[in-house]
């Protein structure tokens, strides 16, 4: 795994630590920017592309893509919340995910949501049902589980899981698709997996995609208007380097938009997280303890796994890269020593890093992670020994535009009479 060598943000992130406190997440909103702009310029003419907000739910970051016509894809009340006070107007914000309430279906509609993934027979009758309660038609899009699996680090489609439903199960059920009154069916999604790991995956996935809207399309013989293919989109988690060149996509995706017979007047959506904010992203943090153990030197930072990866002391996802706030040619004069990077958690999970080799570190010195602008502060195990949240700056060209924390702390619930209690409120 490489070390990061320079800062990103270099003396004005230290200056924000100095303001803000450590540890600190520092967002540039330009790089978001650039990075989507580069995204949708690959992408066939017409196309929309969707913020999927699990990546990344800060306001600030919502706004911009917003601002730059994405569309949203939220999975829960909070990221609809989010994206409409970053100005997505509900029509253009898609409520996906396997789990959706009754209560939640009702909660989107009410706020004017129209758009819906559909990830199971039960998930598109409880939307037709809670529409026709809100005397409303939702426009829906069938999620497919198409039958080979992509090439992806994390699979969620061709393979067993808890996304959409086989194709063969939604062609079954053109009658009862016909019954459903509250919706309007509107075309197929397909999202196959987070993290593809180069052209050819993300090319063979994307066009098994196409192939999966056409045979849908052709089963059923609705007029579907909108193929969602999906993404996977990738770009390094918590290391350095830059992501892959997407620039080979452009020619493949337009002839096959081309090309297309039963889907042709569909228009085509993409999704991505990751993809959009991950470069945008430097974790912040500072030295507490530097000590040794039976032969091994650990360097404690006042950052973990609460605010990083939460995962990946399960290894679920990759120990990350640690890089050292000093200067470049500093850094190269120093004799580097072998050292695991911790966090301040009591559990052995809470590990950044295992036996790489970093100068020097004393108290007080000053680290970063780079590339952690997607699942990152909200992917973590934020309640866990009950820490604060780390500070999120997020800023454009070093013009400090927005500072937040994730809320923390538990809330009180009012207990219903009938317990025989006192509500905490009356107490
Ligand atoms: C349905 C759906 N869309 C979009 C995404 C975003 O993926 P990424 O951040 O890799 O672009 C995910 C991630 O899990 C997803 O499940």
Redesign the pocket.
């Known amino acids: 795994m490489s070390t990061p060598t320079s800062p990103p943000e270099g003396a004005r992130a230290l200056a924000w630590l100095e303001t803000h406190g450590s540890p600190l997440y520092v967002y540039d909103l330009d790089e978001v920017e650039r990075r989507a702009r580069e995204l949708m310029s690959v992408l066939p003419d017409g196309s929309r592309l969707l913020f999927?907000l699990?990546?990344n739910p800060l306001p600030a970051v919502a706004q911009v893509l917003c601002g730059l016509g994405c569309d949203a894809?939220v999975s829960s009340p909070g990221e609809l919340s989010v994206a409409l006070g970053a100005g997505f107007s509900p029509e253009r914000v898609l409520y996906?995910g396997p789990g959706k309430s009754a209560e939640e279906v009702r909660g989107a509609l009410g706020l004017g949501v129209t758009r819906f993934s559909a990830e199971s027979w039960t998930d598109l009758e409880r939307v037709d049902r809670a529409s026709r309660a809100a005397r409303r038609c939702s426009r829906v899009l069938l999620r497919v589980n198409p039958d080979t699996p992509p090439m992806a680090r994390l699979a969620?489609s061709g393979v067993s899981s808890q996304f959409g439903l086989d194709e063969a199960q939604w062609r079954e059920g053109r009658e009862r698709l016909a019954a459903l009154s509250g919706i309007e069916l509107l075309g197929v999604h397909v999202?196959q997996g987070?993290?593809l790991a180069d052209v050819p995956a993300l090319l063979s996935s994307l066009r098994l995609a196409f192939e999966a809207g056409e045979s849908l399309v052709s089963a059923l013989d609705l007029p579907f208007q909108v193929l969602d293919l999906?993404?996977?989109?990738p770009w390094p988690f918590a290391t350095s380097g830059t992501g892959l060149d997407l620039a080979p996509l452009r020619e493949p995706l337009a002839r096959w938009a081309a090309e297309r017979r039963r889907t042709a007047s569909c228009e085509l959506w993409f999704?991505?997280?990751?993809?959009l904010c991950g470069s945008s992203g430097t974790l912040w943090a500072t030295v507490l303890d530097v000590k040794h153990s039976k032969g091994k030197q650990y360097v404690v930072l006042d950052t973990g796994i609460h605010h990083l990866g939460g995962m990946s002391g399960l290894g679920r996802v990759p120990l990350v890269s640690v890089g050292v706030a000093r200067a470049g040619a500093q850094v190269a004069r120093e004799v580097l020593e072998e050292v695991n990077v911790v966090g301040p958690l009591c559990t052995p999970l809470d590990c950044f890093a295992r036996n790489v080799k970093l100068p020097p570190l004393r108290v007080g010195d000053r680290v970063f992670v780079p590339n952690v602008g997607?699942y990152g502060a909200t992917a973590s195990l934020t309640g866990f020994l009950s820490r604060p949240p780390p500070v999120e700056l997020a800023h454009r060209g070093g013009e400090v535009v927005a500072v937040h924390r994730l809320r923390w702390g538990h809330e009180p619930q009012a207990r219903p009479a009938s317990e025989g209690a006192q509500s905490e409120e009356t107490r």
């Open positions: 999927s699990k990546a894809e996906s969620m999202y987070t993290q999906g993404g996977g989109f999704e991505s997280g990751r993809r997607a």
